[in-house]
């Protein structure tokens, strides 16, 4: 069986309160229930984590990575700043789909450059907590697969 990694970083477990007019009502736990009851019905596994430690990030994306289980992957802010977690990606060539609840080009300049969308298959962002059901979608219907496999 498959499992599906998704992966979240750094204050992604407030979701629900923090600024809902940005990144929707949605708490953490409602996004897992979903993609549980996609992953159960289509026979997948799942594994989903969040923590606001850029280390466990990417302990968890080489142990994704090194297994071949491919990962759906909220960085939060560290999309913007760390070359860690794009060496990460790399080093365990990770099939990563990179997803955003916001539309991050609409936002702050800061937020305009990811360091995680070089190494990604795809990305997904501004359609709040659907962003996760279709990086899901996505994943699951493209096969699974590294770009170069
Ligand atoms: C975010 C966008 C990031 O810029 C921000 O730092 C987050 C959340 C999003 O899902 O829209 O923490 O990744």
Redesign the pocket.
């Known amino acids: 069986m498959t499992t599906i990694h998704v992966l979240n ?4 477990n407030l979701l629900g309160t923090r600024e809902p007019s ?2 929707g009502q949605d708490t953490l736990a409602d996004i897992e229930r979903s993609l549980q009851a996609k992953a159960s019905a289509q026979n997948f596994g799942l594994v989903f984590r969040q923590s606001n430690h850029e280390g466990d990030l990417i302990g968890w994306i080489h142990e994704a990575g090194l297994s071949g289980s491919p990962v759906i992957l ?4 560290f ?2 700043t760390s070359v860690a977690l794009h060496d990460a990606i790399k080093a365990a060539a990770a099939v990563v789909i990179e ?4 539309n ?1 080009h609409t ?1 702050e300049p800061f ?1 305009h450059g990811s360091f995680v969308s070089p190494v990604a298959r795809g990305v997904i ?1 501004g359609f709040g907590a659907h ?1 996760y059901t279709l990086a899901f979608d996505a994943l699951v219907q493209t096969g699974l697969k590294s770009m170069s496999s």
């Open positions: 970083g750094p204050n992604l940005i990144y909220n960085a939060g802010a999309t913007h997803v955003h609840l916001s991050t936002r937020r962002m962003s």
